[in-house]
Nanobody, 123 residues
Framework: QVQLVESGGGLVQAGASLRLSCAAS????????MGWFRQAPGKEREFVAI???????YYTDSVKGRFTISRDNAKNTVYLQMNSLKPEDTAVYYC?????????????????WGPGTQVTVSS
């Protein structure tokens, strides 16, 4: 089992920055692909960014150049630095983990999820 807990969400104005953190426990963190997903009201959960040990990352088009995913395997933590936030970034952000190295963007491919943290961007 892997336990995930997100932190760092909040209410900010458009153009501001936030950094989300996700602390993982339970298994060897470096063996997992870690992802950030988000879900806005009335919408399906969508992929934001994913990372695997070794540095490979992948982003959805709408956040490229603004968001950066990083991980600290020594601290069992993955981060999402969000810059130039827009109102359309408003959502509950979830951290997720899947065992292996395949960078997959489908939420169903991830076995473990955190409870989520709310990010609200006002215009």
């Amino acid at each position: 089992q892997v336990q995930l807990v997100e932190s760092g969400g909040g209410l900010v104005q458009a153009g501001a920055s936030l950094r989300l953190s996700c602390a993982a426990s339970g298994r060897t963190f470096s063996n997992y692909v870690m992802g950030w997903f988000r879900q806005a009201p009335g919408k399906e959960r969508e992929f934001v960014a994913i990372s695997r040990s070794g540095g490979s990352t992948y982003y959805t088009d709408s956040v490229k150049g603004r968001f950066t995913i990083s991980r600290d395997n020594a601290k069992n933590t993955v981060y999402l630095q969000m810059n130039s936030l827009k109102p359309e970034d408003t959502a509950v952000y979830y951290c997720a983990a899947r065992l292996g190295v395949l960078l997959t963007t489908g939420p169903r491919d991830y076995n473990y999820w955190g409870p989520g943290t709310q990010v609200t961007v006002s215009s």
